[in-house]
């Protein structure tokens, strides 16, 4: 049993090192899918919304939460599921739109496309397929370097 | 009939949850290998939207079953889904067509879902619609390319229209379990969504260079269970081998 419950401020951290089992650039904090962080009593409850439904990554994620977690002496945590309201590509941080790009995966854009070629940065860029390797990405193209590259689309 | 809000869940849990299975079954056999990743995506979001339908009708139903048991333990006679997405693939444009078809009704279905009077209805109603939102786009725009692209593809894509379009109007059908739903506020009148159906597929139909089949018959019996084509039969025995073979099996 942990004997003196750590803050909230403390466990944010703790799962700000944590990355997202498809995309390890970034962590889950980035990805803006934690909503929330409370005690009820000794029981910690970790507030956690889906980025696509059919998301395979869902449940590794609730898994490392716990783990994570587990590891750091809290014994007992309930991981809530919130599918109101839906996750937004808004909420990814600043940091994560950059680690995103540093990564090689052009970030979400209000346009509905990439402003640039993550790789050589032109704005001369053409869309292959609405879908790419994981439910949350599309398959785009620069006609400069010729170079494919994925898409983190707007949602 | 048993309660209608079981029933509209399965209904809405079953379209998600054929069609996703349907569209599955291109994964490694698309003629494009983008085509193939963005169908088995758009399974894998259908068959995701399927889950949360079908876990929240269990949970409505109070029979200790949950989704996996509904997916996988029902029959045929249990299945509440439209027989338009119990049809057989086809070659890809009869695949895409009639991707285009449910995409049109189901997102603006969706979207009126997301008034539901049922607060858990509506929070599924409002993350599935982001993603349906997607799976329109893309039909719409796959079926315009293909309607308006070469001899061959116009006329497969006409041949799949003629012989999808029949299954239309069972999405704009009324009965008693609807009725129980417009009453309490939990979901639309299908009859309210027509006209905007048929404007929207008007327009799309037009850029595609494709002519709607004149009539008004239409196939029913799925979303009542009453009779479904011989398809979902068929489909079921390969979804459901694995717990027909091996009841209870976990891993």
Redesign the interface.
């Given at each position: 049993m942990v004997t003196d419950k750590p803050s909230l401020d403390t466990v944010w951290q703790w799962l700000d090192a944590l990355p997202d089992p498809e995309i390890p650039a970034i962590s889950l904090t980035d990805l803006g899918i934690i909503r929330d962080l409370r005690w009820s009593g000794d029981t910690l409850e970790v507030t956690v919304t889906?980025t696509?439904?059919?998301?395979?990554a869902t449940q590794v994620i609730a898994m490392d939460i716990e783990t994570a977690l587990n590891d750091r002496g809290i014994e007992t945590l309930e991981i809530k599921t919130q599918?109101?309201?839906?996750?937004t590509t808004d909420w990814l941080t600043e940091r994560g739109r950059a680690r995103l790009a540093d990564y090689g995966i052009a970030p979400p854009q209000p346009a509905g496309g990439p402003s640039a070629c993550p790789l050589c940065k032109s704005s001369n860029v053409e869309r292959?397929?609405?879908?790419?390797?994981t439910?949350c990405k599309a398959?785009w193209r620069c006609t400069d370097c010729l170079e494919p590259f994925d898409y983190f689309?707007c949602? | 009939m048993s309660d209608p809000l079981f029933e509209f869940l399965c209904r809405m849990g079953d379209n998600a949850l054929v069609l996703g299975h349907r569209v599955s079954e291109w994964c490694g056999v698309a003629p494009a290998l983008?085509?193939d990743?963005?169908l088995a995506?758009?399974a894998?979001?259908?068959?995701?939207?399927a889950?949360?339908w079908l876990d929240l009708a269990a949970e409505v139903e109070g029979a200790g079953r949950d989704a996996d048991a509904l997916a996988f333990r029902r029959d045929v006679w249990d299945f509440r889904n439209l027989l338009l997405v119990e049809q057989p693939n086809g070659d890809f444009g009869q695949t895409m067509m009639r991707q285009f078809l449910f995409d049109a009704w189901h997102r603006a279905y969706l979207a009126a879902l997301t008034d539901s009077s049922d607060?858990r209805i509506?929070?599924?109603a409002?993350?599935?619609?982001?993603?349906v939102t997607?799976h329109l786009?893309?039909s719409a725009e796959t079926v315009i390319g293909l309607g308006d692209g070469t001899e061959e593809s116009h006329r497969r894509m006409q041949t799949a229209l003629d012989r999808l379009f029949p299954f239309v109007g069972e999405m704009f059908v009324t009965d008693e379990v609807d009725a129980a739903m417009i009453t309490a506020c939990i979901a639309p009148d299908p009859r309210s969504l027509r006209a905007g159906f048929d404007s929207y597929l008007a327009e799309v139909l037009a850029e595609a260079k494709l002519i709607q089949p004149s009539g008004d018959f239409s196939h029913k019996g799925g979303k009542s269970g009453a009779r479904h084509s011989e398809h979902l039969g068929h489909m079921l025995t390969q979804m459901q081998w694995l717990q027909r073979a091996y009841p209870d099996a976990t891993w």
């Open positions: 889906p696509y439904s059919g998301c395979p599918l109101s309201p839906a996750w292959i397929s609405q879908f790419g390797s439910p398959q689309k949602i | 983008e085509e990743i963005a995506n758009t894998l979001d259908l068959v995701g939207q889950t949360l607060t509506a929070a599924i409002e993350k599935s619609l982001k993603e997607y786009d893309r």
